[in-house]
Every structure is written in structure tokens, then in C-alpha cells.
């Protein structure tokens, strides 16, 4: 049964500091690639990041990126750290893998078949 499952998610101040984990089991998620995909009250989901099955392809929506990286650990393991966090980065975080082993210019949900249930990350301002 594929499952997957976040952790990390936390209440910061601003300018702080987190790392979400994401693990996977049931399917091969060294073989796809995985976003980390977020939504706030009222607004739609979007994704963050995105890496390729290889981990050395990254992709960051333009409002994090410098802030936000995200990496792959071992087989069925995947991380993103979050930097000098922003109120507006208060959602919850979705880990999600993907149909394939890329990323797409700009992932959309309907590219990914398996994902988690979310942490939630709350900035104060």
C-alpha cells in the first residue's frame, strides 16, 4: 500500500528556521520525483519545490527559492529546510510524489499519485 508521511511542521517566528521530512513507502520513490506542495486558508494549493528522481534537479517557486531547499536522503526519504521563514509562508505542507521522474516547468497537482496528509507551518509575525 504507497503511503506517504510529512514531518517537521512547527509554530516559528519570523526569520526562523525549519526542516520537513518526508518518507514514502510501498512504491519505488527513488524513481519519481517529489514536491513539497503548500495551501493557507483561502488559497490555492502551489507548489514549493520539486526534485528529480536523481536529486540533482531542483525547482523552487520564485518566493522561496534562496530561502528553501529540498533534497533527497536515502531511498525513501526526502527533506526541504526552510530559511528566514515569512508569515506569508504560514500553510500546511503537503510532500507528494510524483507519475514520473521529472519535474515539470511548473508542477501541478494532477502530476503527482501519491501524497501525504500534511504538517502545518505556522510563522508569527
Known amino acids: 500500500q504507497p503511503r506517504v508521511m510529512e514531518s517537521g511542521g512547527g509554530l516559528v517566528s519570523e526569520g526562523g528556521s525549519l526542516r520537513l521530512s518526508c518518507s514514502a513507502s510501498g512504491f519505488p520513490f527513488d524513481r519519481v520525483a517529489v514536491a513539497w506542495f503548500r495551501q493557507a486558508p483561502g488559497k490555492e494549493r502551489e507548489a514549493v519545490s520539486c526534485?528529480?528522481?536523481?536529486?540533482?534537479?531542483p525547482w523552487y517557486k520564485a518566493s522561496v527559492k534562496g530561502r528553501f531547499a529540498i533534497s533527497r536522503g536515502n531511498a525513501d526519504t526526502l527533506y526541504m529546510e526552510m530559511n528566514s521563514l515569512k508569515f506569508e509562508d504560514t500553510a500546511m505542507y503537503t510532500c507528494?510524489?510524483?507519475?514520473?521522474?521529472?519535474?515539470?516547468?511548473?508542477?501541478?497537482?494532477?502530476?503527482?499519485?501519491?501524497w501525504g496528509q500534511g504538517t502545518q507551518v505556522t510563522v508569527s509575525a
Open positions: 507528494a510524489a510524483s507519475f514520473s521522474g521529472t519535474c515539470s516547468e511548473t508542477p501541478q497537482p494532477t502530476d503527482f499519485a501519491y
Open positions: 526534485i528529480n528522481w536523481a536529486g540533482t534537479i
